[in-house]
């Protein structure tokens, strides 16, 4: 969301399973929010939800999550010629709807740790473009006790969203 906003985005839409997420994200500047069920059985609904939202169909969408049900709502929610950005690894195989997004001319693009990815992240930081230190909600020291925290801490979710340590 941070990057979407660096970059211009007008309108910010932010889809999660989870309600303390979903309200930092909020509170951090998404113009919406969308729970959805972690199931997520209906995924023309979801589409729906979404494109309501946006007041329309999706330009840009990040696909974070990785499973089959989400990616193909991010599909069907992004409009013709727009971009969906696969975030990370998610399954390893998956049913989707291509015919569709390739009629749509819908382009399919996959971040994964890349080296030129960074260069660009860390001057967004330098300049101060993007400060991520709102994103920083436990900090712990390095110790074999605060590790331990930190784990538990993340393991649990609700309102972790970074999990730092002071070294």
Not at 47 to 60: F, Y
Not at 120 to 129: F, N
Request: with cysteine; net charge negative; glycine share 8%.
């Amino acid at each position: 969301m941070l990057a979407a906003r660096a970059f211009g985005s007008p309108k910010v839409v932010i889809v999660d399973v989870d309600d303390c997420r979903l309200s930092f994200m909020k509170d951090l500047g998404a113009d919406e929010i969308i729970k959805v069920s972690p199931i997520m059985q209906d995924v023309e609904e979801e589409v729906v939800r979404i494109r309501n939202a946006m007041g329309g169909p999706v330009d840009l969408r990040f696909e974070c999550v990785g499973f089959n049900n989400t990616m193909t709502t991010a599909l069907q929610a992004t409009r013709a010629g727009g971009k969906v950005c696969l975030v990370g690894l998610g399954q390893s195989e998956m049913t989707l709807p291509l015919t569709s997004a390739a009629a749509r001319e819908v382009d399919v693009i996959g971040i994964f740790r890349y080296r030129n990815t960074w260069l660009l992240c860390i001057e967004l930081l330098r300049t101060g473009e993007i400060d991520v230190k709102p994103l920083i909600t436990h900090m712990y020291n390095f110790t074999q006790e605060g590790v331990d925290e930190a784990f538990e801490t993340s393991s649990r979710g609700g309102n972790a969203i970074k999990v730092m340590f002071n070294l």
